[in-house]
Structures are given as C-alpha cells and as structure tokens.
C-alpha cells in the first residue's frame, strides 16, 4: 500500500527553523511533482513549495526566502527547509506527489497521494 509519510513538524519560536520530510513507501519507483500545502486555521489549503522533475522549484510569494524545496529521489523523499518562521505560518503541512509503481499482482500505476499532514505551530 502507498502511503506518503510526513515528519519533523512541532513547536518552534518565531524566527526559529523545522525541516519537513515527506517519504513515499510501498512498492513505488518515482515521485513526480511533489508539492508542500499548509493550511493554517480557518484558512482554506494553499500551495507552499513544489519542485518538478528537473529541479526546478516554485514558492509562495509569503514564503521565498525564507523556505527551500528538495528532493532525494533515491529515497523518494520530498523536504521541506523552513527557517526565520513567523506565527503566520502556523498550519498543517501536507505533502502531494504523483506516485509511479507497482501494484501487488504487478500492474504498473500512477496515482495521486496526500500524505496525513504534519503541524507546525510557531509561538513564543
């Protein structure tokens, strides 16, 4: 079964840094177009950071600068580097792919995946 599995959110003070992580498993060999959403309280889901397949990375205007999209595609894993974070940025963070692999009797696939969501809270 694929799953894609979010880590390192928490607590943190302003100005302080996290690193997300978003790791596919299951019998899969490719991640394409794997993006980062938030969505912070009472607000609706936005996009944060995605990267495509050759490297190249888009931003929210609210977070350039100061977050950094990566990719190991090695490990099908997804990061996001968040620093200088301000309460605003308080939300679940939720990572998105489209996943390639193989089902259990063979067949190759490519399907959407959200992962479960992780939550950054920023506070002092």
């Known amino acids: 079964q694929v799953q894609l599995v979010e880590s390192g959110g928490g607590l943190v003070q302003p100005g302080g840094s996290l690193r997300l992580s978003c790791a596919a498993s299951g019998n899969i060999f490719s991640l394409s177009a794997p993006g980062w959403y938030r969505q912070g309280p009472g607000k609706e889901r936005e996009l944060v950071a995605s990267?495509?397949?050759?490297?190249?990375?888009t931003y929210a205007d609210s977070v350039k600068g100061r977050f950094s999209i990566s990719r190991d595609n090695a490990k099908n894993t997804v990061y996001l580097q968040m620093n200088s974070l301000k309460p605003e940025d308080t939300a679940v963070y939720y990572c998105n792919a489209d996943v390639s692999g193989y089902s259990r009797h063979g067949i190759h696939f490519t399907k959407n995946y959200w992962g479960q969501g992780t939550q950054v809270t920023v506070s002092s």
């Open positions: 990267i495509t397949n050759s490297g190249s990375t």
